[in-house]
């Protein structure tokens, strides 16, 4: 199984001084903004379930159709001038995500592709907030989203430095903050920032809104409140999915073997996870869709926070 960590960041340090990440090592807490928070808190606190319109079995809403959101992309250089993706990349990546989400009607085009030849901008420490600060000061085009694909990520966690792939704004009400970070071209972590950017949780979430059960009694108030991403556990733990993107309940130690133990939720319901979804911690040829209710929360953030991207 391939490693890699993941790193979303609700990224503050240009304007307060709470940050706040997550790994596939080390999970931390909070994964919202304050703004996708309130937004969410009134959707629960209004019972406001989403309801579909359907034309021809496709869930879609009027106001998505022919929606073309901007994207400028970045390519670092490396040390010596060489980009170290190709232009044909990210334009290959941008089409496989327009087939993701082509049920929404909503689409993503590329207005820019542009170099980064300073190496100062391949490599950015989110310590260092003057780094990113910098980055976005002389790369980044407003009403667009800003994606940026550099050689590393690394962040600081009292004086221990990770490596980490990517890092995502997720939906606020600042202004010239769209903006995601990657440092890998892997399709699974493309969509998954994205699916952050656009107010997507993990599906195993449980800091923000409480842990899942697996029969779905609270899934539009609790986990990634999302109904139709079965409960899940923190699928990053060793034995539970195999490179062959199956799921087994039990846990394993790579320490010791004869540690096993069962995974269960709080009432003691074994899973029953997808593994397919792009916003699991699974291997990522595992991950090949968001569901349904995903891809329309994507859409209805689109909606509440990005009309001005074009
Ligand atoms: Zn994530």
């Not at 694909?149 to 966690?157: A, G």
């Amino acid at each position: 199984m391939r490693i890699r960590t993941y790193i979303t960041v609700f990224y503050f340090c240009l304007f307060s001084a709470t940050a706040f990440s997550q790994s596939l090592f080390t999970e931390f807490d909070v994964l919202a903004t304050e703004a996708l928070k309130s937004f969410d808190s009134y959707k629960i606190a209004s019972g406001n379930v989403p309801e579909f319109k359907e034309v021809n079995g496709v869930r879609v809403y009027d106001y998505l159709v022919g929606r073309q959101l901007e994207v400028t992309a970045y390519i670092a250089a490396d040390s010596v001038g060489e980009l170290l993706y190709s232009e044909e990349l990210v334009y290959a990546m941008l089409e496989a995500l327009n087939k993701t989400f082509e049920k929404t009607y909503l689409s993503f085009t590329i207005c820019n592709v542009v170099p980064i030849y300073d190496f100062s901008y391949a490599n950015i420490n989110t310590a260092d907030c003057s780094n990113l600060e910098f980055l976005l000061k002389d790369y980044y085009m407003p009403n667009t989203i800003n994606l940026y694909f550099l050689k590393s990520i690394q962040r600081d966690v009292e004086g221990d430095i990770k490596q980490v792939s990517n890092l995502v704004m997720q939906p606020d009400t600042l202004k010239d903050n769209d903006f995601i970070l990657l440092a890998d071209s892997d399709y699974h972590l493309f969509a998954h920032s994205f699916g952050h950017f656009l107010g997507l949780y993990h599906c195993h979430e449980s800091a923000l809104w409480g842990t899942e059960v697996v029969p779905r009694t609270a899934c539009f108030t609790s986990g990634d409140l999302i109904c139709d991403t079965p409960a899940e556990p923190f699928l990053e733990d060793y034995g539970l999915v195999s490179a062959d993107c199956e799921y087994s309940s039990m846990k394993l130690n790579k320490k010791d073997p004869n540690y096993k133990k069962m995974i269960k939720d709080e009432d003691g319901n074994i899973y029953v996870p997808s593994v397919t979804n792009f916003m699991s911690f699974v291997p990522g040829e595992c991950a090949i869709l968001y569901s349904p209710e995903q891809l329309y929360r994507m859409a209805k953030v689109y909606y509440e926070f990005y009309t001005y991207l074009k």
